[in-house]
């Protein structure tokens, strides 16, 4: 069993050792302890654990603890006055902390560090500071007091943590009840947020497709008003080729017409040379029968 315990201990600290990130993380609202390093590379280039001295326990008073404590956490005992119940142990604070709160651990070189949640209430002056840093962190990042921001939402929710944190220490049940209420909130600002994209991804699809079909729209009037221009060109082309007909029907009609005259003019004129002709035969040959 003891073995057992140890290996599991060994694969988390394997799996601890490959997912600590290479950056110190940023900095925080939330109290944090002071970091302490909880592995070392020996000389053979192999983290090794390294001995943390845990946090020392802090008093929590019984009046604290509120009547609901034992529904919200099974195994304690239920039901009777809230002053008469036996205070939550170190080690049940510490394990909601960590629960809501996890450790901020990175790698720096040779060593691993780590940063767990604070277990120390806070004071008057710790509330002034943090109030200070997060005025300081809205300055220095120029942010609006309203309209949509990330960052301001992310110092805000760090405050908010905070709180939750506080009232963990003092009231467990207040506490878990400000984190559940942290949760509701950002799953509907995440839910929100979703929407939002979904929208305004249908948004861009419909404006793709409005652009894709206008498009196709533009091709087809091209395409008529190519074959408009094209007919038109065949209806000039056929109108100038009547009109050359009809010219050429025309000047045919007026040659025809001409030569026609020319002839009968001929003939005419052959005509009264023939009479004329004949009449003189007639009248000679009167003259020899006289």
């Known amino acids: 069993?003891?073995?057992?315990?140890?290996?599991?201990?060994?694969?988390?600290?394997?799996?601890?050792?490959?997912?600590?990130?290479?950056?110190?993380?940023?900095?925080?609202?939330?109290?944090?302890?002071?970091?302490?390093?909880?592995?070392?590379?020996?000389?053979?280039?192999?983290?090794?654990?390294?001995?943390?001295?845990?946090?020392e326990e802090i008093a929590v008073p019984v009046h604290e603890v509120m009547s609901v404590y034992g529904d919200l956490r099974p195994g304690n005992i239920k039901g009777g006055d809230c002053a008469a119940r036996v205070g939550p142990s170190h080690s049940e604070i510490r394990?909601?902390?960590?629960?809501?709160?996890?450790?901020?651990?990175?790698?720096?070189?040779?060593?691993?560090?780590?940063?767990?949640?604070?277990?120390?209430?806070?004071?008057?002056?710790?509330?002034?500071?943090?109030?200070?840093?997060?005025?300081?962190?809205?300055?220095?990042?120029?942010?609006?007091?309203?309209?949509?921001?990330?960052?301001?939402?992310?110092?805000?929710?760090?405050?908010?943590?905070?709180?939750?944190?506080?009232?963990?220490?003092?009231?467990?049940?207040?506490?878990?009840?400000?984190?559940?209420?942290?949760?509701?909130?950002?799953?509907?600002?995440?839910?929100?947020?979703?929407?939002?994209?979904?929208?305004?991804?249908?948004?861009?699809?419909?404006?793709?497709?409005?652009?894709m079909e206008k498009q196709k729209v533009d091709e087809e009037y091209n395409v008529i008003t190519n074959e408009r221009n094209e007919l038109l060109d065949k209806i000039e082309e056929i109108r100038n080729h009547l009109q050359d007909q009809a010219e050429k029907f025309r000047l045919n009609s007026l040659h025809a017409k001409k030569i026609f005259i020319e002839e009968r003019d001929n003939l005419r004129r052959h005509n009264m040379n023939l009479k004329s002709q004949l009449e003189s035969i007639v009248a000679g040959s009167s003259k020899q029968k006289e």
């Open 95 to 211: 394990g909601i902390l960590n629960k809501a709160f996890p450790p901020l651990i990175w790698r720096d070189d040779d060593k691993i560090y780590r940063r767990i949640v604070s277990i120390k209430d806070a004071t008057h002056a710790d509330l002034l500071e943090i109030q200070e840093k997060l005025d300081l962190h809205l300055s220095e990042n120029k942010l609006k007091p309203t309209g949509l921001s990330e960052k301001r939402r992310k110092y805000f929710n760090q405050c908010f943590d905070e709180l939750a944190r506080q009232e963990i220490i003092k009231c467990i049940p207040r506490g878990l009840l400000l984190l559940r209420i942290r949760d509701e909130i950002r799953m509907s600002l995440a839910a929100y947020e979703a929407l939002y994209l979904s929208s305004a991804a249908y948004g861009v699809r419909r404006a793709i497709k409005t652009e």
């Open 1 to 55: 069993m003891q073995l057992a315990e140890e290996q599991e201990h060994q694969q988390e600290f394997l799996k601890l050792v490959r997912e600590a990130p290479l950056k110190a993380p940023e900095d925080t609202l939330v109290k944090y302890s002071e970091a302490k390093v909880i592995a070392i590379k020996d000389r053979h280039g192999v983290f090794r654990p390294a001995l943390v001295k845990e946090e």
